[in-house]
């Protein structure tokens, strides 16, 4: 009796020591996620235009001594699609006319474009150097500051062509500012600065 007891606790034994081993499954950190590379989309859309407009009447400007009135505008572009090209006009009142000198009445008729009709080549001027663009259009007055009134009402257009479409825009043009000067830049840019004519 004694031998099976002790039989009996040595297979206890043996089969506890040979028994197979449960694994645990051990928990491993999650890896991070890689960094990933977030592209700036680029610009789309027609984008928008501001525009600092007046009319102006100055007798400070070159060739014959004469009194210029007409309208004048600064324009800035953003937020849209990259400009291939850009056109400005004026429509002017129909009592415009009737206040300039003979010999300019026809740029006071129709739809007027500045002198400066090169800033719509795209072969010449890129997407950014359209994007901000200055210029007047106007004609020689008969009487005066007492012309500027007719000027009220002046509509300026802008046409301009990205590279997704073509669109334009119309702005109303009411404010007489009076004296203004037409700046040159480096980059061949015109800036108008509605201050003292003799400073740019």
């Given at each position: 009796m004694r031998a099976r007891v002790l039989l009996a606790l040595a297979v206890t034994a043996l089969a506890a020591c040979t028994a197979p081993h449960i694994a645990v499954p051990s928990v491993s950190p999650v890896p991070s996620a890689s960094p990933s590379v977030v592209a700036t989309p680029a610009a789309s859309g027609k984008g928008l235009w501001t525009a600092e407009t007046g009319i102006y009447g100055t007798s400070f400007h070159w060739g014959p001594p004469s009194y210029?009135?007409?309208?004048?505008?600064?324009?800035?572009?953003s937020g849209g699609a990259p400009l291939v090209s850009v056109d400005v006009s004026a429509f002017f009142p129909d009592?415009?006319?009737?206040?300039?000198?003979?010999s300019t009445v026809d740029r006071a008729i129709g739809w007027q474009h500045p002198a400066s009709m090169q800033i719509n080549s795209p072969e010449i001027h890129d997407a950014a150097w359209l994007s901000r663009l200055g210029g007047t259009m106007g004609a020689v007055c008969q009487n005066g500051p007492s012309d500027l009134d007719s000027?009220?009402?002046?509509?300026?257009?802008?046409?301009?062509e990205t590279i997704e479409g073509t669109y334009e825009r119309e702005f109303r043009v009411d404010?007489?500012?009076?004296?203004?000067?037409?700046?040159?830049?480096q980059d061949g840019r015109i800036r108008i600065?509605?201050?003292?004519p003799r400073q740019c």
């Open positions: 210029i009135c007409g309208v004048g505008y600064n324009f800035s572009y009592a415009f006319a009737a206040h300039v000198t003979p000027l009220r009402g002046t509509i300026l257009k802008v046409n301009w404010e007489i500012r009076g004296e203004m000067m037409a700046c040159g830049g600065v509605w201050a003292d």
